[in-house]
């Protein structure tokens, strides 16, 4: 069975930074890219970031780049979303998202962790 | 950036009723649009891929149609179940992007 669990949330004051987490299994990890999407209180969705299975390509919403970094550890099946200079706009459910056949088809979703900046 | 237009925001329909949802992209964006579906507190799960492809162990009462910035879902027969918000999303560009979504209520 196919799983992605995130963790890592918590609350962290504006211009700080967080490290979020999320370790997959049932799968061939290296096969495919995972996608960071996210949900504030109340909202839609928004997608942030994707990473290829390999790690060597990476994408970004404008809304975060220059202060999101996407990697991956392909030894220990687990994908990271490095965030710095964090503000309040940032405050949302931040889930893992596998891609499909194609990285823009998320098949397989985590149950998201809570990331709350404080200003 | 591609914007994804839903419509309507919200609906209420009675169990067995068709309901469609229609979303419009701002550009052609081919056949690659995906149909969400999440329930409260719960993550998004999808249902269509690339515009009509039902993805594996969803009821066959949910499908989906269109191409280029046109496109529709639709639930044949509504269920109870099927309460929620439904999103669009467009993955043909970065950054992909997603509709507002669509709120499902049953009457």
């Known amino acids: 069975e196919v799983q992605v669990l995130e963790s890592g949330g918590g609350l962290v004051q504006a211009g700080g930074s967080l490290r979020l987490s999320c370790a997959a299994s049932g799968f061939t990890f290296t096969s495919y890219a995972i996608n960071w999407v996210r949900q504030a209180p109340g909202k839609g969705l928004e997608w942030v970031s994707v990473i290829s299975g390999s790690g060597g390509s990476t994408n970004y919403a404008d809304s975060v780049k220059g202060r999101f970094t996407i990697s991956r550890d392909n030894s220990k099946n687990t994908l990271y979303l490095q965030m710095n200079s964090l503000r309040a706009e940032d405050t949302a459910v931040y889930y893992c998202?596998?891609?499909?056949?194609?990285?823009?088809?998320?098949?397989?979703w985590g149950q998201g962790t809570l990331v709350t900046v404080s200003s | 950036d591609i914007q994804m237009t839903q419509s309507p925001s919200s609906l209420s329909a009675y169990v067995g009723d068709r309901v469609t949802i229609t979303c419009q992209a701002s550009q052609d964006i081919r056949k690659y649009l995906n149909w969400y579906q999440q329930k409260p507190g719960k993550a998004p799960k999808v249902l269509i891929y690339d515009a009509s492809n039902l993805e594996t162990g969803v009821p066959s009462r949910f499908s989906g149609s269109g191409s280029g910035t046109d496109f529709t879902f639709t639930i044949s027969r509504l269920q109870p179940e099927d309460i929620g918000t439904y999103y669009c999303q467009q993955y043909d560009n970065f950054p992909y992007t997603f509709g507002q979504g669509t709120k499902l209520e049953i009457k």
């Open positions: 998202a596998k891609g499909s056949y194609s990285s823009g088809i998320f098949d397989s």
